[in-house]
């Protein structure tokens, strides 16, 4: 089975002027690196060419936190993908397939979902949707990340099991429509990932890494999700 290399995304979502944005960029410059692990920060749009100059030369990656699918057009509040390219971007969460950025394909239920028995159907049909179309070539370079909805933002954690019967289900789904770029893909964890619960997340054989909200807005907690201890 091929290696795949863990990936720790930071999602900054709606917080930090530029100087507080700067300053977490560059600790995350100085302290997140760890051989054999990528990491990635996704600013808001407003700090993305700042951020993107404090990180250049490093090894963190880039990705904004969403993108509308045409290159132009008379679209209010929208950013197009060749705006994110030229502010330095290279990833983008919940974005569209184009334009060479890698999307960070975001999917998970709802509680009431879950509480419902539906947690796998509904995850199926966002997975498939995603994908369909896509080539076995696309489909190894995507990043796929499973946030339970419940999950984001609350304090509670899908538990490694219950996280890791998700992601073995995503990762069997994949293999049935795209084959072994199933074992290429990497599938990311998303909701409450912290300092104390990441080890356990990553020991699971099927998840690839964390998308990280809250923890990701300080640097001493980030680099110690970067840093997860091992086995
Ligand atoms: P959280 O956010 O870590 O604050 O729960 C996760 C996410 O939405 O990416």
């Known amino acids: 089975m091929p290696a795949r290399r863990p990936l720790i995304a930071g999602n900054w979502k709606m917080y930090k002027t530029r100087a507080e944005a700067e300053g977490l960029a560059r600790e995350v410059r100085t302290g997140a690196t760890r051989p054999g692990v990528d990491v990635l920060v996704a600013p808001p749009f407003t700090v993305l060419a700042a951020v993107a100059r404090v990180l250049k030369g490093s090894n963190v990656l880039l990705g904004a936190q969403n ?41 998970g239920e709802t509680l009431e979902e879950r509480d419902a028995g539906k947690t796998m159907a509904v995850v199926e049909r966002q997975v498939d949707r995603a994908l369909r179309g896509l080539s076995p070539e696309r489909v190894e370079g995507l990043v796929i990340a499973y946030e339970p909805v419940w999950a984001i933002g609350t304090g509670r954690t899908a538990s490694p099991a219950q996280a890791q019967e998700v992601h073995g289900f995503i990762r069997r789904r994949v293999a049935g429509s795209h084959g072994p770029a199933a074992e290429v ?10 300092p104390d619960n990441i080890g356990a997340l990553m020991h699971e054989p099927d998840i690839d890494g964390g998308l990280v909200g809250g923890a990701s807005l300080k640097g001493d907690s980030f680099l110690k999700i970067v840093h997860y201890p091992e086995g």
Request: hydrophobic share 45%; charged share 15%; proline share 6%.
């Open 67 to 107: 993108m509308h699918s045409e290159s132009e057009g008379a679209f209010t509040g929208e950013v197009a993908p060749p705006m994110l390219k030229e502010a330095g971007c290279t990833h983008v969460i919940l974005g569209h397939l184009a334009h060479g950025l890698v999307p960070i394909v975001c999917v």
């Open 185 to 194: 893909v990497r599938i990311l964890y998303g909701g409450s990932v912290k």
